[in-house]
């Protein structure tokens, strides 16, 4: 065993956590659909999927099998390329996010001191599933979905980059770590209590879901961008929106709630813990809510959420100023 | 470090040409995302990562997606294609391509006779330094840009501002007397392309 240098045993041990990230992240996707059915039959006083085994979770089995074998058909009046393109960068896109979060100090694939900003990249690179999904499935109702999607994009992204900046000022960093170890003593939900609620709307509005799902609107649109999909590639649009949640759900948890720090529990206990709580309230709020127009969506954001950003940023850097030890 | 920046670098000059040279306006896009990465991989190659994750951002995830929307609405077709084909002779093409061949040339005899070893180190250049130059050594630069953005803004938000009642109004008022004395057909019927004006005439 010449060969097994301690070098060797840490390029293995990244690969092996990384493979364990991307698989639990992708199992968090399957088996959210199961329980967010669940989740909301509970609040809406209705039952849910609760036939396939017990207290159905083999529905999660039955819907894969269901997924894979369907036929996988590509319409002809489709163009090609983009149709196959666009459910592929809705998953890998946000899959790919998920390097940068630390899980527990020992854990976590990359250690990027870009890592916020890696984060907003892909988040700009994840539209374009929607885009080119709705466009090229040629077909009306998919094009207005695309078209919601690119207006409402447009809205958010602007007031979600702002509404961080006020995290990274106080930690004096882009990187997931630094800002993880900047909040042993209070949560940055404390002091940023407006940049966390910003950036919970944002974080809803990237994963296109209940009160933000317009682009997909069952009722008007017949699911809008992705009406046109079906087997896998209709799943991996599915499966995507799940680790979508999942993904805003543990930044949310790295950036506002300290990530893994809490008492008595173990690192990695912490971090689940916060993580479901957020995967709730994505559920729950689905279960509550109704879907506003998407213009009244996009006036929310440019009128009410971007003000709020640029005060909260401007706050924050007039009292780092004033408290900086070495005097501005 | 330097084998990620060569190729990168052909993957944005491939891009590119594929942008120029494509027929289909989506697809011409897409390359031109493509490049747009490409350009952020250099920038990551070079040690620079912000201008990097910036390039993308901006770039590839916002302004991108505003001509992918537009393009997206225009549903240009293959009679865009034979328009452009009318356009493009020989004749109309021919002089700027000579003259951006010379400067092709001009900068590759730059390139290949200055002293480019050893210029990608493998620094990486934290978005802390990005920050202390801007707002150090280049501030009235930092400073000009806002204001020009701010400018921007300001024309904007004056294109796109609906019409006020007061406006609506007087629109209304100008045609009436016009037409009373059969001049104004065509200020009547451009009163009524407005929606304020044509609701309440209607009442």
Known sequence: MSWWTPQVEAIAFALFQSLVILLAAVGAGALLTMVERRLLGLWQDRHGPNRVGPFGVLQILADMLKILFKEDWIPPFADRTFFVLAPAIAMASLLLSFMIIPITPSWGVADLHIGLLFFFAMAGINVYAVLFGGWSSGNKYALLGAMRASAQTLSYEVFMGLSLMGVVAMAGSFNMREIVAAQETVWFIVPQFFGFCTFLVAGIAVTHRHPFDQPEAEQELADGYHVEYSGMKWGMFFIGEYVGIVLVSALLVTLFLGGWHGPWLPPIVWFLLKTTVFVGLFVLLRAALPRPRYDAVMSFGWKICLPLTLINLLVTGALILVFSPAGG | ?203
């Open chain 2, 1 to 203: 470090m330097e084998i990620a920046f060569y190729l990168s670098a052909v993957v944005a000059v491939l891009a590119t040409l594929g942008v120029v040279t494509g027929r289909h306006p989506v697809h011409a896009l897409l390359y031109l995302i493509v490049s747009l990465i490409a350009v952020a991989m250099v920038f990551f190659a070079l040690g620079a990562p912000f201008a990097g994750a910036l390039e993308i951002i901006v770039y590839a995830g916002a302004i991108m997606v505003l001509f992918v929307f537009v393009v997206m609405m225009l549903n240009l077709g293959e009679s865009t294609a034979q328009q452009e084909r009318t356009w493009l002779r020989l004749r109309t093409w021919l002089g700027p391509a000579v003259l951006s061949g010379v400067l092709l040339l001009v900068l590759l005899a730059t390139l290949i006779g200055a002293d480019v070893d050893g210029r990608i180190h493998g620094d990486t250049l934290t978005a802390k330094a990005v920050g202390s130059l801007l707002f150090g050594p280049y501030l009235i630069v930092v400073e000009l840009a806002a204001m020009l953005l701010l400018a921007a803004l300001v024309v904007a938000s004056h294109l796109g501002r609906g019409e006020t009642q007061e406006e609506a109004r007087a629109v209304r008022q100008v045609p009436s007397k016009r037409t009373a004395d059969g001049r104004g057909r065509a200020a009547s019927e451009r009163s009524l392309g407005h929606d304020t004006s044509s609701e309440e005439s209607s009442r």
